[in-house]
């Protein structure tokens, strides 16, 4: 065998350089020690000596091949046949260079001369096809692409000037890659013996693929012991599960790598190249040699992702040690007994796939079924936000900042702790509420089988059961259990089926729960709107809060049910919205069902924006509005109708004419869809789209005196593309009520209210317009609002 030696430069992700030289050194290590070359890149069953005699040996051998650890890579002098080993047994490493020339270059004419200066004809046998890589600048070559087209140039002209056969460009398939790389005016020329050395095994991709140099990296920082088993949720494409099982059959990866450049080197030794890949193959373990523990259990809520994951472990051979689940992280269960093993993540992190808020779930339920799965475990996961991966509630050992492709992440190492440490601090409530929390926790399994993609929450499945026990989250559960109570002789005598059975009574807990019941089915729908925390609690702690109550709203709904329907939970993020916000469409799901409101039948959408296109607060207000209405004589306005529920209970008091204005397209749509709803189809009741306030400019003039009896509910703020201007509620009212005087019949009354806190009406300056102010609030407001400041509302009469 030669003891020629040949300087490599070994290139890598920034951030591995470390872990490249530690392979390499492993390899030259094995190399001493075994017989034959082949080699277990894990050396901690091999008997070397104490960690001081192992550091000597490592030093000596960085000394003795001169490995140096550069930014991007690692360079070294290495055999012939240490350098094909290292092509097969790399884990992480991206490609591996030859470097042929190191040279002075200042400007376009020194990178010509110094390529075509060196002897290409004793380095490459003519008749290839290449292309040329070319990284990096200094002042004068500014432009990567032209250096590459001058490298190309000044080569193509050594062949033809030798009389060879002209060597032709292909950037698709060729059979010599030219690499430079330059730095200020240091110039390296270099072969890529390999390619793209993470290019293994993936036929497909999934849609966050990761590189399999990045998964193994993840793999082997975790210290796996390689033969405890692996769970992969949210396994994607399967790199991080082929990977692992790679590691432990001690697989050679660059046996998959097809992209080897190596026929036209003349320095190429093809009965070494064949010995050395013969020895990677005969490494693999046996099925005799593999530990019992040893198994890979991967699964993924998406059907087709999964299959790529199972083809690409068919492609090297690997299926039979990996079990593919088609599952929700939720849903996942421990296959085995072992007292150790990994968990290993790469789950969405919100820039690709999916918005913050769903994530925020999913790392909360990722982090819950680790603590009451897998304790005594590792864990790794790597995530682009720290947020996210904050919501795990999880302590790390260890955190590495790392690339996946281009975005910026965290690689974060945990040791699972019992869940049984943090559970239930009081015995004596374990043990009153085991048996209601196993027989809750059947139901919930059990409905959530059930439930069609609506049925559950619009942010995904929920782990129930680990809040189950949740002493604190009980409070909330019993909370709305006295609310119910309270309300129930109110809602049966005013026969209400939608209102509010909570809101933020409890601080811990800041959500609204509004129920609603399809007037059809008497199904019932618990929509759980939370309210954006302030920005002095944390996060993932006010992500834990919203949990809590999903799993509470959905332990009452159960219970509530009785069997009798599957009740359904929708959760919705509500922020502090300001202006038009609550108009915006924020998903797509469109669960809308029809509810009954004292004889009026309305449309509602659970899922697809903020509201509902109906304020329950408001139900009061407009029953008072019906009785206002004198039969056949009142003419009546609606102001910022949203969807005109307001309209449909006067038309239903047989009022003379109604119009009402909205400037949301979407919703005169929706306010059409309840007048039919209600076979209000007369012409005497109009749907006009405009702008409120610029509508009300010139009907002072066309419509002056001619309402009876105005609704106005305007937006807190609005600063509408639609509209000149903006629209403040505190500022602007006396002028908004000024104008909508004029359009009031002697002896009319508009009904005026807002939704802004510490609203304060200026009823001197109304007074001054003749105007009689009468605060109608209490008066309107419901019992499951009583105790609430959502609106206030007054009645105002022209004198």
Known sequence: MSQKTYHFFISCQIGFEEMVKQELLHLLVAGRKLAQPTIDLIPSTWDIGSPEQVQ??????????????????????????????????????????????????????DLYNSV?????????????????????????????????????????????????????????????????????????IALDLTGTMHKRYRSRQGFAPMRETLAANLILRTGWDKVSPVYNPMCGSGVLAIEAVLIALNIAPGLFCEQHHLDYWQGHDLSLWIEVQRQAKNSRLSDEQIHPDFKVYASDNDK???????????????????????????????????????????????????????????????????????????????????????????????????????????????????????????????????????????????????????????????????????????????RLVKNAKRLNSYLKRAKVENYRLYDA????????????????????????????????????????????????????????????????????????????????????????????????????????????????????????????????????????????????????AQAATTKSIDMSNSYCKWSAENFSLNKAKSTKDKIVQSDVLAWLEHAAQEEARAYDLIFCDPPTFSNSKRMEGTFDVQRDHVSLISKINQLLAPGGTLIFCNNKRGFKLDTAALEQLGLQITDITRKTMPADFADSKIHQAWQISKI
């Not at 492609?315 to 085995?336: H, M, W």
């Not at 359904?568 to 509810?595: F, H, M, P, S, W």
Request: glycine share 4%.
């Open 56 to 109: 000597a040996l490592y030093h000596g051998l960085s000394e003795q091949y001169a490995i140096q650890v550069k930014v991007g890579g690692v360079s070294a002098k290495l055999e012939l046949y240490q350098a094909y080993q290292f092509m097969l047994w790399s884990r992480v490493a991206a490609r591996t260079l030859l470097v042929l020339n190191t040279s002075y270059v200042e400007d376009d004419l």
């Open 304 to 478: 087709a992702v999964l299959i790529v994951a199972q083809q690409n472990a068919d492609y090297v051979g690997v299926t039979s040690y990996i079990d593919f689940k088609l599952q929700d992280i939720t849903q996942l269960q421990r296959q085995e007994q072992a007292p150790t093993g990994l968990v290993i993540v790469n789950p969405p992190y919100g820039v690709r796939l999916a918005n913050e808020r769903e994530l925020y779930h999913t790392y909360y339920n990722l982090g819950n079924v680790a603590k009451r799965l897998f304790p005594g475990w590792i864990m790794g996961v790597i995530s682009s936000s720290t947020k996210l991966l904050d919501c795990l509630s999880l302590a790390a050992n260890r955190k590495w900042n790392i690339k996946n492709s281009n975005l910026d992440c965290q690689y974060r190492v945990y040791s699972i702790r019992n869940a049984q440490d943090k559970a239930i601090k009081a015995s004596k409530y374990a043990n009153n509420q085991a048996k209601d929390t196993a027989s809750l926790a059947e139901q919930v399994s059990n409905t959530s089988s059930e439930q069609t993609s609506q049925d559950v929450t619009s942010q995904g499945n929920i782990d129930y059961q680990a809040y189950l026990q949740d002493e604190q989250a009980m409070s909330l559960y019993n």
């Open 116 to 188: 075509y200066a060196m002897p290409w004809s004793s380095i490459l046998h003519p008749g290839f096809d290449f292309k040329v890589n070319f990284n990096g600048t200094n002042a004068a070559l500014k432009n990567s692409q032209f250096s590459a087209l001058r490298v190309k140039d000044a080569l193509v002209d050594y062949y033809v000037n030798q009389q060879h056969e002209r060597p032709n460009v292909s950037t698709e398939d060729p059979d010599v890659v030219i690499d430079c790389r330059l730095h200020n005016k240091q110039l390296q």
């Open 505 to 652: 009574d409890i601080p811990e807990f800041n959500v609204a729960v509004d129920v609603y019941t399809d007037s059809k089915t008497q199904q019932k729908y618990y929509v759980v709107q939370e309210y954006a925390a302030t920005k002095e609690i944390p996060l993932h702690k006010s992500v834990r809060r919203g949990l809590q109550a999903l799993a509470m709203v959905q332990k009452y709904a159960i219970e509530q049910a009785k069997g009798a329907y599957t009740p359904q939970v929708i959760d919705k993020l509500r922020q502090r919205q300001k202006g038009d916000a609550q108009y915006t469409k924020i998903n797509d799901q469109a669960l809308e069902i029809l509810i009954d409101e004292y004889g009026c039948t309305f449309k509602v959408n659970l899922t697809d924006y903020i509201d509902t296109g109906i304020f329950l607060d408001n139900r009061d207000l407009r029953y008072y509005l019906r009785s206002l209405v004198v039969q056949h004589r009142t003419r009546f306005l609606n102001l910022f109708a949203y969807t005109s529920t307001a309209s449909v209970h006067v038309i239903k």
